[in-house]
């Protein structure tokens, strides 16, 4: 499938005009916009402009609502927990993170927990809200249920991400992964190009590993069974029950916190009911902010200064190769494939827009 | 190597009688031998009695100091910070989570590092002490660097544990696990043995795959380079950066905000310098904690009735086994092998004890 490349600044003020819209205001249009854009820039193609299509026939069918707003539904001095009412994911959760790092402004320590929410976009765009205050930030947010547990056949947990980033210089420390092994994204491209994928990936409708990645994804669209595994593989020897516990661990952080449906029960209900959990922790609660991150930078250099395994002549730290793919796509384009530029263009007719008119298609 | 069984009430008794010996008083010879025989109690034999020896040296050589306190250097509402001096890790691992535990409950959030401090045992203890009273618990440590980046050939980073716990019924949920793929003492059980191990594991002092874990374990105590792989392997397609990057948050956690050594540098100086945080987190900052834990309990245990992969009969959720641990060996005793036996009634003959009037070996 061919690639084309799209000035960021044309589709960035595409992508607000299609929020403004469904409705959304001003700074809800810049938000959402801001996070769809930072997945394409630091090359998660899978969380970008690719997924407006599903936005936007979220909110024409219902299950995304663009006319509510999240509810405070309990609050303490250093903490909020907020009802989404299946608003879009990103508007409640820069709101949370709004009032997470508001709340360890005052105490040091902030946290907000959302339910009833929708796909959050990319976790370590909240994380970096707090990095740019200075803070450690967190986030959390359970999915429907995709990966199973280990000795299990049947999805049970989500793919349960975890995104955490601390200031560093001169690139800052940026977690942002799924606790499975490989995201459903990873089974899709062996099954288009028919090949056999790794072993330790997923196992079949019987709990077997498997390398038929089409087979598994007949399966879970058809819940008939097995699924992607946890981070570590089939075998507790491989590490399997630390993944399986991290996907655990996510769970308790998004929906046990913030009284949502766990990942095995999301989406039952046919509207958005994801969880999600946002951290803000002000480091002047250790010490010298300033000590910690030149510290932490100067570990971060010596990692990628490190010896390096034969044939390979680059270790990177977490949120590195993120850092030199902004650069390069806010320089040259952001890439979408046929098919997404099919939808933008498909989208833009439905709401009356000129697509081409507004983004000029590089290459 | 044939294995014994101790009466836990017996070995409880000496143990407590030993770190009385060394100079500690009354609650800290309680707390150290709490801490050690819950991890042989929970099955963790490498984190038990057979770690008396190394303690009971350390304090002779005196890089484990008995008579030094942890001293407060920052403090906060929510926050302290404490420099251990080299003190026992459980001596200020405990007062640690005390003092989180207790900020805790008077403002929903506490959290407390400690930085020169030493080996700590099993990590779940304090996580636990978070729970008995209702509330979330986690901490973490760096060690001594042993295991090497994605695409690197040295180590740089430790075994960097996470412990988390959170209230449950019947179990509570307990995750204690290093985020490398597996734990030196793996490796040792091969290299004995004389038997290829497992692919994945770890690497040579050239950075490649290696089965040969007598070489690792040589390269690692030479320095020589190579190491242990950290969960997900060797390659970024099973997941090796996202073990990495687990690796290093446990590290910023831990080092980074205790403002003690990074992994790397740990034990450069000859004394115990790692470094540890622990948080105790208050469940009535989200909501009902009773709604929180029934709703765990209720996911927990459809994790464990959930459908059983081809050859298994059952699926665990983390901490459950070592419950069941517990029981057995209240019961039954301790097991302790020949060499760890011969090793305490050497403990004992030094102090001046009578291990044999002490402690009766059952088989």
Redesign the interface.
């Known amino acids: 499938m061919a690639y084309h490349r799209l000035p960021e600044p044309q589709i960035r003020t595409f992508c607000e005009s299609v929020m403004q819209k469904h409705g959304f205001n001003d700074k809800q249009s810049r938000d959402i916009t801001d996070v769809i854009l930072t997945a394409d820039l630091q090359g998660l193609e899978s969380h970008g402009v690719q997924r407006l299509i599903r936005y936007h026939n979220g909110m024409k069918s219902g299950t995304i609502k663009a006319d509510v707003q999240p509810e405070v539904?309990?609050e303490?001095?250093?903490?909020v927990?907020l009802d989404a009412h299946s608003c879009m994911g990103h508007i409640a959760s820069v709101e949370a993170m709004e009032r997470a790092i508001e709340k360890a402004k005052a105490?040091?320590?902030g946290?907000a927990?959302v339910k009833n929410s929708n796909h959050f976009g990319v976790g370590g765009y909240y994380a970096m809200m707090a990095v740019r205050e200075g803070m450690?930030g967190m986030c959390f947010t359970n999915t429907e249920a995709i990966s199973?547990?280990?000795?299990?056949?049947?999805a049970?947990?989500g793919t349960n991400p975890i995104a955490?980033a601390?200031p560093a210089d001169p690139v800052p420390?940026l977690?942002d992964?799924a606790?499975t092994?490989?995201p459903r994204g990873k089974l899709e491209v062996y099954a288009k190009q028919g090949k056999p994928m790794?072993l330790?990936w997923a196992?079949d409708e019987?709990?077997?590993d498997t390398d038929d990645a089409a087979r598994v994804i007949a399966n879970i669209k058809n819940k008939a069974?097995g699924g992607i595994l946890p981070?570590?593989?089939s075998s507790p020897?491989?590490?399997s029950?630390?993944?399986?516990?991290?996907e655990?661990?996510v769970?308790?952080l998004s929906?046990?916190?913030?009284?949502g449906n766990?990942s095995?029960h999301v989406a039952s209900n046919g509207l958005g009911d994801t969880s999600q959990s946002f951290f803000a922790i002000d480091?002047?609660?250790?010490?010298d902010p300033d000590?910690?991150r030149a510290?932490?930078s100067t570990?971060?250099q010596?990692?990628r200064d490190?010896?390096?395994?034969?044939g390979?002549d680059?270790?990177?730290?977490?949120g590195e190769m993120e850092v030199y793919s902004r650069e390069d796509k806010l320089k040259n384009g952001i890439p979408v494939n046929d098919s997404t530029l099919a939808e933008l263009r498909g989208i833009a007719e439905e709401l009356g827009m000129d697509f081409d008119a507004m983004v000029e298609v590089l290459d």
Not at 148 to 154: C, E, I, M, Y
Not at 255 to 259: M, W
Not at 306 to 310: F, V
Request: glycine share 16%.
């Open positions: 539904i309990h303490t001095p250093l903490s927990a105490h040091g320590f946290v927990t450690m199973v547990p280990t000795f299990g056949k049947k049970m947990l955490f601390m420390m977690y992964v606790t092994v490989v790794p330790g196992v019987n709990g077997n069974g981070l570590g593989g020897g491989s590490g029950h630390k993944g399986y516990g991290l655990l661990i769970e308790i929906s046990i916190l913030a009284g766990t095995n480091l002047k609660m250790f010490g000590d910690m510290r932490l570990l971060m010596e990692l490190s010896d390096k395994a034969d390979r680059r270790i990177y730290t977490p």
